[in-house]
């Protein structure tokens, strides 16, 4: 047996799940965790970014929108920050369209380690 078939007997695993959309009915909605980065995705109206959050025993969530996106640019985070997002309202644009307004907060610690943000996003 090679080297690396012997490594991999060792191996402790994890199981990854993917991030589910973060919705906020509700004005005044939070979603509390640990900024993890930006993806784009393809949709209906073509490209859009998400900022994915990893929230302590429930997994990782992806939020979509404008302003939360120049917020994170703001913000200049980097992975492991902890956050805070509030919905605040929809706001009515023209021709029938909207735009989720929201607040970010970022917390004034130290950012996670990237073996800290796996611990401590595990599912219970």
Request: hydrophobic share 40%; aromatic share 8%; glycine share 8%.
């Amino acid at each position: 047996m090679s080297a690396s078939a012997t490594k991999l007997k060792n191996v402790k695993w994890r199981k990854i799940s993917a991030p589910k959309p973060w919705n906020p009915k509700e004005n005044g909605s939070e979603l509390i965790g640990y900024y993890a980065g930006r993806t784009k995705r393809d949709g209906i109206h073509g490209q859009y970014e998400v900022v994915t959050v990893l929230v302590p025993y429930k997994g990782a969530f992806m939020v979509s929108g404008t302003v939360l996106i120049q917020l994170a640019d703001a913000a200049m985070l980097t992975r492991g920050d902890a956050v805070r997002i509030v919905f605040v309202e929809r706001k009515q644009l023209d021709e029938g369209r909207q735009m989720k307004m929201f607040e970010l907060y970022v917390g004034e610690t130290e950012a996670l380690s990237d073996t800290e943000l796996a611990e401590a996003t595990q599912p219970s």
